[in-house]
T-cell receptor, first 115, second 111 residues
């Protein structure tokens, strides 16, 4: 089954404790992206990657890191989490169409709470 | 900077009604527009993708139109059902690989 998986689905942590949220897709998509969703602010893009070893900042990259060493994986790293990073995080992947990323497929989300 | 607005923010209708959800964007220079559905506590499911050169796309009871010059898109849902209850999100691709979302319309279809 074609899917985007994220782990963990739920995470409660404390300020400053490094964490990684994994994302994996089995559709051989070149494009992958991370978003956060907050009440009243909607979905905002954190980082995206157009291919292996190619990453770029989205609208809200501060406090986050990503890496794309393999095509199928795109982990999101919070080196020193803070309470304002408490949010619902989504990973997505897409084919690269003629004009860039095409239909995006989303993972189930990771609910992160930073105390 | 591209901004996407969805009206109304919430909508409640009885089962069987035809309805229209609206999406507007400030910059008409987009690659495509995508409509998503999000169920409570769940991820996003892509419903329809309209490329900038297209005027509309249809899937079952859903029809999405795009008027790029006026910065508008509509999602038409025919013969609504309780199972259509969800939040509907509109997203435009203003750059080669970025995606800008509206805040969504929360739809409730009552039996």
């Amino acid at each position: 089954e074609a899917q985007v998986t994220q782990n963990p689905r739920y995470l409660i942590t404390v300020t400053g404790k490094k964490l990684t949220v994994t994302c994996s897709q089995n559709m051989n998509h070149e494009y992958m992206s991370w978003y956060r969703q907050d009440p009243g602010l909607g979905l905002r893009q954190i980082y995206y990657s157009m291919n292996v070893e190619v990453t770029d900042k989205g609208d809200v990259p501060e406090g986050y890191k990503v890496s794309r060493k393999e095509k199928r994986n795109f982990p999101l790293i919070l080196e020193s989490p803070s309470p304002n990073q408490t949010s619902l995080y989504f990973c997505a992947s897409a084919d690269q169409g003629m004009h860039g990323a095409d239909t995006q497929y989303f993972g189930p989300g990771t609910r992160l709470t930073v105390l | 900077k591209q901004e996407v607005t969805q009206i109304p923010a919430a909508l409640s209708v009885p089962e069987g009604e035809n309805l229209v959800l609206n999406c507007s964007f400030t910059d008409s220079a987009i690659y495509n527009l995508q409509w998503f559905r999000q169920d409570p506590g769940k991820g996003l499911t892509s419903l329809l993708l309209i490329q900038s050169s297209q005027r509309e796309q249809t899937s079952g009871r859903l029809n999405a139109s795009l008027d790029k010059s006026s910065g508008r898109s509509t999602l038409y849902i025919a013969a609504s059902q309780p199972g259509d209850s969800a939040t509907y999100l509109c997203a435009v691709r203003p750059g080669y690989s970025t995606l800008t979302f509206g805040k969504g319309t929360m739809l409730l279809v009552s039996p």
